[in-house]
């Protein structure tokens, strides 16, 4: 089962969040070998900062076996900010219908545990991917670009859930390669994975359901959950991603692109913008980078 | 998409022609009201504009209801459009929408919520007074276009000072500059993709994503800024 956890729900569900950051350290840090920060067995990165949505699918007794983040390519993203290599020096894609996602991870060790297959975690990689694009789709979204590796990426082949293009090249990140994906979410793509999967049911459970099945299994354990105190305190402790620009941030930059012009006209352009903002009274002292 | 629909990127931005844009987006979409709220960090301005009748309007300001009113407040750290019923059981939705009924407003809406480059947020709400299927079905139908529309205001609104507007001048991808080449060429989507030996879909998306780079709602509007900024040639 499925359930989508952003900033409006994650109050109800800190235990399932911290689950979730535990499996993306043993994933990304432990198997992947990616250049990851893992604080007391948790990944967090500057992105979890900035109220992303994540799907997650879980088992049926409730424990986090897959996730995947989205952000709006309309705002900070991982490809706009740290994934740029990815798109040898191209600015990336910007739409308010395409969503990035990024570390798309299942828990394999949960899933073949008491004799279970591979045809478990084939399941829950579909459903997860059902999910998220159901969950895309409904939000008025018509594709996703998504940072993979080349596992992933024949996973998704695999599941008849093929990348329609690809942005950009493959580069080393770290001990792995990886790659921007694009994936529409038509009905078509949707219905190719469910009819691969076998799965034709409603893959998402509610708020309600998840948060009962949780108590009750809390329960019967006799145990109390910390609720995700551990994640809050690394999130918090994180610097502020960087995000309005400072008036030297801006003459700093003007500076730069002055005397690292390539040619006359990057030159001129570069005045050009100095000349609107001492004119515009926005940053009247930079006069002196024109004269 | 959108040929009805004023073109706000190159309106002289004055507050009446981004209200005349909410009629236009109700009328296009089937609403009652639109509402556009955003902040921009970089000059520390707040913007918000509104169709709602005068007396709904006066009342929201003299209580300040923008300080509880959760489908501002909370539908903002959203990364999906909020549809209201998700906000029912949330601090202030009842002391709002009480006052709201009294005045013939609806509690049937959503909010979309736009994220910006420089930390800027912007808010699209519309409502309907509807029954729930029909709401349903309708926002169903008009959300993909009203995300467009959505990061379309934030981003006309985000660009009314000067610092603003250079800071975000479009930055367009090779692939979009030729896609969009092309297109000025006459060519077709299809024609594009073959020329360059993509999908017909991997043109559609750079022409999204080149269309909302230049505040443009149509391709040709797209076309028309981009040879204007020189990023294009005009044949």
């Known amino acids: 089962m499925i359930i989508v956890i952003d900033a409006l729900n994650k109050d109800r569900f800190g235990d399932l969040l911290d689950e979730m950051f535990q499996l993306r350290a043993r994933v990304f840090g432990d198997r992947l070998g990616w250049e990851v920060e893992i604080v007391n067995g948790r990944e967090i990165d500057q992105f979890d900062r900035l109220d992303p949505a994540y799907v997650i699918g879980l088992d049926n007794e409730g424990h986090v076996v897959s996730c995947v983040r989205a952000l709006q390519t309309t705002g900070p993203h991982m490809l706009s900010d740290v994934f740029q290599v990815l798109l040898d020096g191209e600015p990336p894609l910007r739409s308010a219908t395409l969503w990035e996602s990024t570390r798309f991870c299942v828990d394999t060790q949960r899933l073949c545990r008491d004799g279970n297959t591979m045809k478990a975690v084939s399941l829950a ?7 998220s694009l159901e969950y895309a789709r409904r939000s008025g979204i018509s594709d996703i670009i998504t940072v993979i590796d080349p596992v992933v990426n024949r996973v998704l082949k695999r599941s008849d859930n093929a990348p329609y293009d690809y942005v950009g090249s493959t580069k080393q990140m770290g001990k792995v390669p990886a790659m921007a994906a694009l994936l529409d979410c038509t009905e078509e793509r949707i219905n ?5 999967a076998g799965i034709d049911h409603d893959v998402f459970a509610s708020d309600e359901s998840v948060r009962a099945l949780l108590d009750a299994r809390n329960a019967a354990m006799d145990t109390v959950t910390a609720g995700g105190v551990e994640w809050m305190a690394i999130l918090s402790e994180m610097e502020e991603p960087e995000l309005p620009v400072l008036p030297e941030d801006i003459q700093d930059y003007c500076r730069a692109q002055i005397e690292n012009a390539p040619n006359e006209a990057e030159r001129a352009a570069a005045l050009r913008l100095v000349e609107v903002l001492v004119r515009q009274r926005i940053h009247p002292a930079m006069h002196q980078l024109v004269s | 998409m959108s040929a009805d629909l004023i073109d706000l990127g190159s309106e002289s931005r004055q507050a009446d022609s981004f209200v005349t844009f909410l009629d236009q987006i109700c009328e296009r979409f089937e609403l009652d009201h639109a509402a556009y709220a955003g902040t921009n960090p970089v000059s520390g301005a707040v913007h918000g504009y509104v169709n709602y009748p005068e007396p709904w309007k006066r ?10 009113d959760p489908t501002l407040l909370v539908a903002s750290r959203s990364i999906a459009p909020v549809d209201w019923q998700r906000l029912e059981r949330t601090p202030g939705f009842d002391k709002t929408f009480r006052d709201a009924c009294d005045f013939g407003i609806t509690d049937r809406g959503l909010t979309i919520p736009v994220r910006g480059p420089y930390g800027d947020i ?14 349903n079905k309708l926002s169903a139908h008009i959300l993909p276009d009203l995300q467009s529309v959505a990061v379309h205001v934030h981003d006309t609104v985000m660009r009314s000072d000067a610092l603003s507007r250079a800071l975000r001048y479009p930055t367009l991808s090779t692939r979009e500059r030729e896609i969009l080449q092309w297109i000025a060429a006459g060519k077709s989507q299809q024609d594009v993709g073959d020329i360059l030996g993509i999908s017909h ?9 080149g269309r909302e780079k230049l505040y443009a709602l149509t391709t ?16």
Do not use: K
Not at chain 2, 59 to 68: F, V, W
Not at chain 2, 122 to 134: F, H, K, N, Q, Y
Not at chain 2, 222 to 235: K, Q, T
């Open chain 2, 59 to 68: 009342h929201y300001a003299e209580n300040g209801l923008h300080r509880i």
């Open chain 2, 122 to 135: 912007g808010m699209l709400s519309v409502t309907r007074d509807c029954s729930i299927a029909e709401w």
């Open chain 2, 201 to 209: 879909r991997t043109v559609e998306v750079h022409l999204r994503s």
């Open chain 1, 192 to 196: 190719r994975v469910r009819a691969f």
């Open chain 2, 220 to 235: 040709p509007q797209a076309v028309g800024r981009a040879i204007m900024l020189g990023l294009i040639y005009p044949l």
């Open chain 1, 125 to 131: 990689t579909c459903e997860l991917m059902i999910g």
